[in-house]
């Protein structure tokens, strides 16, 4: 059963000031969780969390998560900007980009970020553009099909990132040449993993390639990033991953692998996003039209544009009817946005109480790639975030857009200008 983070009477107190739809992120649970992320690491020295910014790239979040002493992943200038201006700079940025800009490089350097480079290709595109830095990471990706023990998998071979293990040895080689003297290694295999073991056994493949690495270029391995990935429940009958369980995974094939090739001094860096933050948003939406034809439709204040997930991957995310969570699931619904595109459905045939209109409803586990992907279809506007902070009151930590923000961009045109 999953229980809103927030209460029918919080929010009716909120959406007197913040009218719905809007993103609620609970500052509390933010905090919890990675000191609960930092805690299962701890026997690794130089273990850091960097936030995956393109989750939810909010300054106030990240400030959060930066009190928490997490730096951040970064895969484009903006979000490069955005960490500097949250004070996140030098080793607090990796900077995880592929099919990389002219630009955005020179940026990551002058910013002192671990640069991470997804092509053998880039080490020439880098070392034109701004010179390859001391430090420096490289993006494996083992091909084939990658499968965890249940069966959870992807297909690394029809992946875009990462290079062939024989472009990671020469690249090594070549960075080497180039003046790099540390070294990380870096690999995304699968997305959204529920499973303890999907961490413990990309960190076997990554540090036994560690370990190749070093005999055969003779490099300094500073760093492995197990970067993203690790999942969250979205379906209430659904476990989540433990934390704790996974960093003692890590552990094991670190102390059986690494520590007896003389690299116990190697750190280990996440690239999290969503373990980091979908739990702790929600989106905040009233039902404000019901619609009787073949189905039964419920139609919604928020759309697609608010939250993408369920219209581009089919995503389920959990429903609370406010006020209603004890009342029996007999009502089959399509709870829908107001878009012209009969994908703006947040549920399928989804059971749910009676609604009534008026009804708030809580879409549960919006707090990463939630808001991040939207986008302005159908002139629809981006909602504000709210933030839920632990002494229970509520700050705005990002307005909802107006339609001079929409026409911003047309300011200079006839029909536009001010
Ligand atoms: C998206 C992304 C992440 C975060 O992924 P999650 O699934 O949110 O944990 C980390 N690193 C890179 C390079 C990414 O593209």
């Known amino acids: 059963m999953k229980r809103p983070f927030v209460t029918l009477e919080q929010l009716k107190e909120i959406t007197k000031t913040y009218p719905t739809p809007f993103h609620i992120y609970d500052e509390k649970g933010i905090r919890e969780n990675a000191r ?23 300054p106030y979040i990240m400030q959060i998560l930066k009190e928490e002493g997490c730096g951040a992943d970064c895969s484009s200038m903006t979000e490069l900007m955005l960490s500097e201006a949250v004070g996140l700079v030098g080793s607090d940025i990796m900077f995880s980009s592929n099919d990389t800009p002219a630009g955005e490089f020179t940026k990551a350097k002058e910013l002192g970020a671990y640069i991470n480079l997804d092509d053998y290709t880039m080490i020439d595109f880098i070392e034109q553009e701004c010179g390859v830095p001391e430090t420096i990471c490289c993006r494996y990706n083992p091909g ?14 029809d992946a875009k990132y990462g290079m062939t293990k024989e472009q990671m040895i020469d690249a090594y080689k070549r960075l080497k040449e180039l003046g790099a003297k540390h070294f990380g290694i870096h690999s995304f295999l699968v997305s959204n993993t529920v499973t303890n073991d999907y961490y413990p056994m990309l960190a076997r493949t990554l540090f036994e390639l560690a370990v190749e690495l070093k005999e055969k270029t003779g490099v300094h391995i500073r760093f ?20 704790l369980v996974i960093g003692e995974g890590v552990r094991k094939a670190y102390e059986e692998i690494l520590v007896p090739a003389g690299m116990g001094d190697v750190a280990i860096f996440t690239e999290l996003g969503r373990f980091m933050l979908a739990p702790y948003g929600h989106l905040v939406t009233r039902a404000i039209h019901e619609k009787h034809i073949y189905k039964e439709y419920i139609g919604v ?47 399928i045939d989804r059971m749910l109480p009676k609604v009534d209109m008026g009804d708030l409803l809580v879409i549960h586990d919006t707090g990463a790639h ?35 923000d929409y026409f911003a961009t047309l300011d200079f045109s006839e029909f536009f200008r001010k």
């Not at 279809?377 to 700050?395: F, H, I, P, V």
């Open 36 to 58: 609960l992320l930092k805690q299962a690491f701890s026997w690794n020295p130089g273990f850091k969390e960097y936030f995956a910014v393109k989750a939810e790239p909010n």
């Open 144 to 157: 084939g099909v990658y499968t965890v023990s249940n069966g959870i998998m992807d297909n690394p071979g």
């Open 224 to 243: 492995i990033n197990l970067s993203g990935g690790v999942g969250i429940p979205y379906k209430p009958d659904q476990k989540g991953n433990d934390i």
């Open 301 to 347: 204040d928020a759309c697609a544009v608010n939250l993408m997930r369920p219209a581009m991957y089919g995503a389920y995310h959990h429903i609370t009817v406010m006020g209603k969570e004890n009342e029996p699931c007999d009502h089959k619904y399509d709870v829908t946005g107001s878009l012209c595109e009969n994908n703006d459905k947040f549920a």
């Open 370 to 404: 939630g808001f991040a992907m939207g986008y302005n279809y159908n002139g629809k506007l981006k909602s504000a975030e709210l933030l839920l902070r632990e002494d229970g009151t509520t700050k705005l930590i990002r307005r909802a857009e107006t339609p001079a």
